[in-house]
């Protein structure tokens, strides 16, 4: 998903494009065909579809002030105009994952790197890595949510201090738990939440068993607890961990990390699947019907 993995690097690059110090490159316009611009529209108006109900207002107020559209791949330098002048934040293009500390350093100076291929037609339901539907469409709505903004930033600040203090898996629990699949309460929708993660916002099958299955289980946030919890990549999540509002968040970007790692970094991780006693248990999951998943 989008914390990033180093190791696929070289062959994503070798795009011909040229890419800059930072591995960011234009959004090559050009490069987009029919295809592309079908994949995204039917990817858009499935999601749209799905997500009605079950995402939270942040999400789809996001989408609106962006003026995101099915029509078409989007410029990001139209909805740059629209947030950058909002939260500060802006895209930049990249031509896939790019290595941890430049993800970070990015995010520590409110850029998010956006993935500038769309996947083929035959990866509508399973993609291992992020693609600019996956970036875009998931990630960027609630970049123009100030609250949201604030601990994007604050993340990756975060982030950089534990890549150098080698604790950086505790930072990428958190992000795995919140940016990609975090859930939010609402006491009027299935299972009392709904969704704000991006590694959810984009999936068709991670939106339906993040909200609606018996199988995982839906934990409420606690920063320690989630820094501490291990995730799949391979299958739908076993555990969600679900914020009350977008104000815990701003809580978390407000944290002093350097004292909390130091005393986290040598703890053992706890099992995706595993509650605790002193867990806040939203919905104790079943277990049953984890399917693979590996789409983003
Ligand atoms: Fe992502």
């Known amino acids: 998903m989008s914390v990033p993995n180093t190791a696929k690097l070289k062959a994503q690059f070798d ?10 490159i234009d959004q090559p316009m050009h490069r987009y065909g029919a295809i592309d611009h079908a994949v995204w529209k039917q990817l858009y108006t499935r999601q749209t579809a799905l997500l009605k109900g079950r995402v939270c207002d942040e999400f789809l107020e996001g989408v609106e002030r962006l003026n995101l559209s099915p029509e078409s791949v989007p410029s990001f ?6 947030l950058l002048p909002a939260t500060g934040w802006r895209i930049v293009a990249v031509p896939g994952l790019v290595p941890d500390q430049v993800f970070f350093e990015h995010l520590a100076n409110r850029r998010f790197p956006v993935t500038w291929w ?17 970036d875009l469409y998931g990630h960027v709505p609630l970049l123009i949510n100030p609250v949201f903004a604030d601990y994007m930033h604050a993340y990756g600040r975060a982030a950089l201090f534990a890549h150098d203090a080698n604790a950086l898996p505790l930072l990428a629990r958190l992000y795995w738990y919140t940016v990609e699949f975090g859930l ?12 704000y993660g991006a590694g959810i916002v984009s999936s068709k099958g991670e939106t339906l ?4 299955s018996d199988a995982p289980n839906r934990i409420a946030f606690d920063l320690e607890r989630v820094m501490q919890t291990q995730y799949r990549i391979d299958t739908f999540q ?12 701003f ?8 004292p909390l790692l130091a005393r986290l970094v040598d703890a053992t991780p706890l099992p995706a699947g595993e509650v605790r006693a002193t ?8 277990g049953e019907g984890w399917a693979t998943n590996g789409d983003v």
């Open 279 to 286: 867990d806040r248990v939203i919905t104790r999951g079943t």
């Open 184 to 195: 939010i309460r609402d006491a009027a929708s299935p299972n009392g939440v709904k969704i």
């Open 118 to 134: 769309m996947r083929r037609p035959d990866q509508l339901d399973y993609l291992q890595e992020p693609d600019c539907f996956h």
């Open 15 to 24: 795009a011909g494009l040229e890419t800059r110090a930072d591995f960011t």
């Open 209 to 212: 068993h993040s909200q609606q």
């Open 238 to 249: 076993k555990t969600y961990f679900v914020i009350d509002d977008f104000s815990q968040l």
């Open 77 to 82: 330098d139209a909805i740059n105009e629209q």
């Open 251 to 258: 809580d978390v970007a407000r944290t002093d990390f350097a």
